[in-house]
């Protein structure tokens, strides 16, 4: 099995991406929940809400050292600023 890549200079995309990928499981969990026809708050089976609240708690808090770091990722060199010049 390969090592992870864990190159300080991607971590802030990961954490990013982590972020948004709790974010989009706490959505299709609701969508589920919604489906079975609870509305409002879902029945708390096994502290769920509180489990789940405390996860995104620390994911943020986790995320939270990488918020002004450079994002590798980026539109500089590509042709949508050639196309789109910066509004002085």
Same mark, same amino acid.
């Given at each position: 099995?390969?090592?992870?890549?864990?190159?300080?200079?991607?971590?802030?995309?990961?954490?990013?991406?982590?972020?948004?990928?709790?974010?989009? =499981?706490?959505?299709?969990?609701? #969508?589920?929940?919604?489906?079975?026809?609870?509305?409002?708050? %879902?029945?708390? &089976? !096994? @502290?769920?809400?509180?489990?789940?609240?405390? =996860?995104?708690?620390?994911?943020? #808090?986790?995320?939270?050292?990488?918020?002004?770091?450079?994002? %590798?990722?980026? &539109? !500089? @060199?590509?042709?949508?600023?050639?196309?789109?010049?910066?509004?002085?």
């Amino acid at each position: 099995m390969a090592l992870p890549n864990v190159r300080p200079q991607d971590l802030p995309l990961k954490a990013q991406v982590a972020i948004i990928s709790l974010h989009r =499981a706490h959505e299709s969990i609701e #969508a589920f929940v919604n489906a079975f026809g609870f509305r409002g708050h %879902p029945p708390n &089976i !096994h @502290r769920f809400s509180e489990r789940f609240s405390a =996860a995104k708690q620390q994911a943020w #808090a986790a995320y939270e050292p990488y918020l002004k770091a450079v994002n %590798p990722i980026s &539109i !500089h @060199r590509s042709w949508f600023p050639k196309k789109y010049p910066h509004i002085k």
